[in-house]
């Protein structure tokens, strides 16, 4: 188990904590709850909706969606943000691709975060935005190849 030090140094390294401050990384890293995952096992579930927000500390995860892998998240990334903001269920599944550790915020911890941290909504946003920019691009690819 992590002590609050190393979340706290973990979270800092991450793009979508680095412009919190030590004294708001502190604050942050005592909500999130830690949890570890075997590789093949489900974190999220397609069709369900959202109850956490997670981020990884180490290890990969697989974006499914339909059954079909399409990407990979690695140390430092985050997923399950969408769910919980918009209340609708998960677009994906999200799988162990090995033993992987995540750090765990319930949905209204992070709603709750996120209406008082305006930087940290922005990082969130620029995060979500790069996504949709990867599945557009995705989408155009497929719609050439047909």
Not at 37 to 65: C, K, M
Not at 97 to 117: G, I, M, N, P, R
Request: no cysteine; proline share 3%; hydrophobic share 45%.
């Amino acid at each position: 188990m992590a002590s609050q030090d190393e979340i706290v140094d973990a979270l800092a390294g991450m793009a979508l904590f680095a412009d919190l401050t030590t004294p708001q990384l502190k604050g942050v890293a005592h909500i999130f709850e830690e949890a570890w995952f075997p590789g093949g096992e489900r974190i999220l579930r397609q069709g369900l909706t959202g109850s956490a927000f997670y981020v990884i500390l180490e290890g990969e995860a697989q974006i499914l969606v339909d059954g079909q892998e399409r990407a990979t998240l690695g140390k430092g990334e985050f997923f399950g943000e969408l769910s919980v903001i918009d209340q609708k269920p998960r677009n994906a599944s999200i799988e162990a691709a090995e033993q992987t550790e995540v750090l765990a915020l319930a949905s209204w911890d992070l709603l709750a975060l996120l209406e008082t941290d305006p930087q940290l909504a922005l990082n969130m946003i620029k995060g979500l935005a790069a996504r949709l920019g990867l599945a557009v691009d995705e989408l155009a690819g497929e719609r050439q190849g047909h």
